[in-house]
């Protein structure tokens, strides 16, 4: 088990970093790269799978952690599609998450109070989006449900697993609030860059420890 988890987490950072430092020279090339650090998170989340763990839950993990995999290459070739596959995947995220514990009202309130957040936050800033706005803005509920429901399930069913589950999805409400400033305020940076790539990958391998683990 370790071995695994050292060699994924390794390979993970090598194709990350490859990525990162490639991506302004070769932007189309350099995504084989972006994509291949995900793998090492559906490696995971498959390797927990083909132990047995094979509830509904553990699948729509796996499903998700694909259409990650997808939306890192669609989000630079065509923005709006590549948030609408990230939103799909949280879909099957919230699918999983919901065969753990349901619905509860915590869990509700969680998700008016992050979108609320989300809403005070940058509702000066969305007009800049254009046509982006309103998949944003759907977006955003997505991925508060998502989160807000991880936190409920880490709760309620206490373990290692749901701790991975919760801070990955926590990793990606960071990860997806400091892009969408960068995307409003125009802002472009080497640390700012660096930093979404750990929150993104941290993100991503947190969710398929989530199988790996349980």
């Not at 990230?86 to 919901?98: K, M, R, T």
Request: charged fraction near 10%.
């Amino acid at each position: 088990m370790i071995h695994q988890i050292a060699a994924t987490l390794l390979l993970m950072i090598v194709f990350g970093t490859l990525y990162g430092a490639l991506r302004d020279r070769y932007p189309k090339g350099s995504l084989v790269f972006k994509a291949s650090a995900t793998c090492m998170a559906v490696w995971n989340c498959g390797s927990g799978l083909a132990a047995g763990k094979q509830g509904f839950s553990d699948w729509m993990i796996f499903v998700g952690l694909l259409f990650c995999v997808l939306a890192d290459v669609l989000l630079e070739l065509e923005f709006l599609w590549g948030v609408v596959t990230f939103g799909i995947a949280h879909f099957c995220f919230i699918a999983g998450i919901y065969r753990i514990e349901g619905i509860q009202i915590g869990s509700i309130l969680g998700i008016l109070g992050i979108y609320g957040v989300f809403l005070m936050i940058f509702h000066k800033g969305l007009p800049k989006l254009g046509k982006l706005k309103i998949p944003v803005l759907l977006y955003a509920a997505v991925l508060s449900s998502m989160v807000s429901m991880a936190v409920s399930a880490a709760v309620i069913v206490p373990g290692r697993s749901r701790y991975f589950l919760a801070a990955g999805a926590c990793a990606f409400l960071i990860s997806d609030s400091l892009i969408a400033v960068r995307t409003i305020e125009k802002k472009q940076s080497l640390l700012m860059g660096a930093v979404l790539l750990i929150l993104y990958y941290g993100a991503v391998y947190m969710m398929g420890m989530s199988v790996y683990m349980r």
